[in-house]
């Protein structure tokens, strides 16, 4: 994984661990300061598990989730 990946600490809303946007030069991590440390590094692995896997090639958001947690 060569792309810029960006990674940001914000409020987010309850239940919203961390966003990801792709742009031209990379990916956006946008994780959830409302959460502990320990939890905002999961999102963050988590995220960046979608970028490694090429998420945004896919069609289905339900599957790719289930496949992230499983």
């Given at each position: 994984m060569t792309d810029n990946i960006y990674v940001y600490s914000t409020n987010l809303p309850i239940g919203v661990r961390e966003m990801v946007s792709p742009g031209v030069d990379g990916y956006t991590i946008y994780v959830n300061c409302r959460y502990s440390k320990e939890e905002q590094l999961g999102s963050y692995l988590h995220a960046v598990q979608h970028i490694?896997?090429?998420?945004w090639e896919k069609e289905s958001v339900k599957d790719i989730e289930n496949q992230r947690h499983e």
């Open positions: 490694a896997e090429c998420d």
